[in-house]
């Protein structure tokens, strides 16, 4: 069956452009004072951003598969792929998304990667679009599954299709959800929380297809008061290559201006906004434990919670 799993992400293409022309047209006819709406050039830079992505994951797959095919085949697990299988490796990989999308967010070096999605003020369907170019750093959270007995075709596709899933929770156009949906699946409602820069709603909602894990694990936060998207201190760039490296640059600077090794390692993999002993109580807070991250994003403590 491994041969016959569709390329869901290259099918969606064409749903993706006619879904993100049918939402500017609507902010056209029926425009929204309350929604951060479109803008051409940051609209431009998320779409730059995905083609970028897809040229460079095509360049970290092959390490990357590499390792998984070592380990697939040392592991005496195998699972099959089957028709009822799937939902239950789909799960699984909702799962490892969901450490790893906190990860991302609570570990510098990882968020310099992440922090591209974020950095759009705007929240719209081709904000889903504005992906980083470094997705190295995401490959360890898989391998349990690897581990497991998944196949790495089998999670190729998986990881595609919770991709796809969540194109369309990247939008203001939508609101609450049937109390049902909203209980068990990321919703729009739930995202916009994941994207907004108040202090409530950081570091919030790190689910990809289930907010069940958010529930699960403590991180859930509903929608109460409108968003503000982005960082709490935004770039203010389009440059794709800014966009992309950004945050790693910043990472440089602290790491060379660090006054101990300690303070060095703690800049790369401690939280965006830990400071050193030091150095804290100079440093600007937004919330109890916490600091600005290298761009400004205020955050509460690092740990995960």
Same mark, same amino acid.
């Given at each position: 069956?491994?041969?016959?799993?569709?390329?869901?992400?290259?099918?969606? %293409?064409?749903?993706? +452009?006619?879904?993100?022309?049918?939402?500017?047209?609507?902010?056209?006819?029926?425009?929204?004072?309350?929604?951060?709406?479109?803008?051409?050039?940051?609209?431009?830079?998320? %779409?730059?951003?995905?083609?970028?992505?897809?040229?460079?994951?095509?360049?970290?797959?092959?390490?990357?598969?590499? +390792?998984?095919?070592?380990?697939?085949?040392?592991? *005496?697990?195998?699972?099959?792929?089957?028709?009822?299988?799937? *939902?239950?490796?789909?799960?699984?990989?909702?799962?490892?998304?969901?450490?790893?999308?906190?990860?991302?967010?609570?570990?510098?070096?990882?968020?310099?990667?992440? +922090?591209?999605?974020?950095?759009?003020?705007?929240?719209?369907?081709?904000?889903?679009?504005?992906?980083?170019?470094?997705?190295?750093?995401?490959?360890?959270?898989?391998?349990?599954?690897?581990?497991?007995?998944?196949?790495?075709?089998?999670?190729?596709?998986?990881?595609?299709?919770?991709?796809?899933?969540?194109?369309?929770?990247?939008?203001?156009?939508?609101?609450?959800?049937?109390?049902?949906?909203?209980? %068990?699946?990321?919703?729009?409602?739930?995202?916009?929380?994941?994207?907004? &820069?108040?202090?409530?709603?950081?570091?919030?909602?790190?689910?990809?297809?289930?907010?069940?894990?958010?529930?699960?694990?403590?991180?859930? %936060?509903?929608?109460?008061?409108?968003?503000?998207?982005?960082?709490?201190?935004?770039?203010?760039?389009?440059?794709?290559?800014?966009?992309?490296?950004?945050?790693?640059?910043?990472?440089?600077?602290?790491?060379?201006?660090?006054?101990?090794? &300690?303070?060095?390692?703690?800049? +790369?993999?401690?939280? *965006?906004?830990?400071?050193?002993?030091?150095?804290?109580?100079?440093?600007?807070?937004?919330?109890?434990?916490?600091?600005?991250?290298?761009?400004?994003?205020?955050?509460?403590?690092?740990?995960?919670?």
């Amino acid at each position: 069956m491994l041969s016959h799993l569709p390329d869901v992400l290259l099918w969606s %293409v064409p749903a993706f +452009v006619l879904l993100s022309v049918l939402e500017m047209v609507s902010y056209r006819l029926r425009p929204d004072e309350d929604a951060a709406g479109y803008d051409t050039r940051d609209a431009a830079t998320s %779409v730059t951003m995905g083609l970028g992505s897809l040229a460079f994951d095509a360049l970290w797959k092959i390490p990357i598969v590499a +390792v998984y095919a070592g380990v697939y085949e040392l592991t *005496p697990l195998h699972i099959p792929v089957l028709w009822w299988t799937l *939902p239950l490796m789909l799960l699984g990989q909702d799962f490892c998304y969901y450490w790893s999308h906190r990860g991302h967010h609570v570990i510098r070096i990882l968020w310099a990667c992440h +922090v591209v999605h974020h950095s759009s003020r705007k929240f719209n369907l081709t904000t889903a679009l504005r992906q980083p170019w470094t997705t190295w750093t995401v490959w360890p959270f898989y391998l349990p599954l690897i581990v497991l007995g998944v196949h790495p075709a089998a999670l190729a596709f998986l990881s595609a299709v919770n991709l796809v899933y969540q194109f369309w929770i990247h939008t203001e156009r939508i609101g609450r959800l049937p109390r049902a949906i909203e209980f %068990v699946f990321n919703t729009p409602s739930h995202h916009r929380v994941h994207h907004a &820069s108040q202090g409530g709603y950081l570091d919030r909602n790190f689910g990809g297809i289930l907010i069940l894990w958010d529930r699960l694990f403590g991180s859930f %936060v509903p929608e109460t008061e409108s968003c503000v998207f982005g960082l709490t201190k935004n770039i203010e760039t389009f440059n794709p290559l800014r966009v992309a490296t950004h945050e790693y640059a910043a990472i440089g600077r602290d790491v060379r201006a660090a006054r101990s090794w &300690s303070e060095r390692v703690g800049r +790369v993999v401690r939280g *965006p906004g830990w400071q050193p002993p030091s150095t804290s109580c100079e440093a600007p807070s937004a919330a109890p434990g916490g600091g600005l991250t290298a761009e400004g994003r205020a955050r509460p403590d690092p740990a995960p919670r």
